[in-house]
Nanobody
Framework: QVQLVESGGGLVQAGGSLRLSCAAS????????MGWFRQAPGKEREFVAA?????????NYADSVKGRFTISRDNAKNTVYLQMNSLKPEDTAVYFC????????????????WGQGTQVTVSS
């Protein structure tokens, strides 16, 4: 079992930055690929970014955030981060982190463990 707890959300003006963190329980964090997803009101949950297991040398991003968001992981701290720069009002959503064994995926249903989410609101 893996428990995930997100933090770092909040209210920010357009053009600003936030860094989300996701702390994981357990001793096998490095064996999990990690992903960030988001869900805006009335919309489906969508993929944002993913980082590969172990060293995290491989990453994948949704086109809508490419060049603005950066995902990274610190296995010593059992934590994955999402650095969000140049935020836009359309980035407003609840952001979730998720974990699955080994391989990255952009698919919501491929992930086995989810956090409770953290709200990000970007004002124009």
């Amino acid at each position: 079992q893996v428990q995930l707890v997100e933090s770092g959300g909040g209210l920010v003006q357009a053009g600003g930055s936030l860094r989300l963190s996701c702390a994981a329980s357990g001793r096998t964090f490095s064996t999990y690929a990690m992903g960030w997803f988001r869900q805006a009101p009335g919309k489906e949950r969508e993929f944002v970014a993913a980082v590969s297991w172990s060293s995290g040398k491989n990453t994948n991003y949704a086109d809508s955030v490419k060049g603005r968001f950066t995902i990274s992981r610190d296995n010593a701290k059992n934590t994955v981060y999402l650095q969000m720069n140049s935020l836009k009002p359309e980035d407003t959503a609840v952001y979730f982190c998720a974990a699955r064994k080994f391989t990255m995926s952009t698919v919501v249903s491929a992930y086995d463990y989810w956090g409770q989410g953290t709200q990000v609101t970007v004002s124009s």
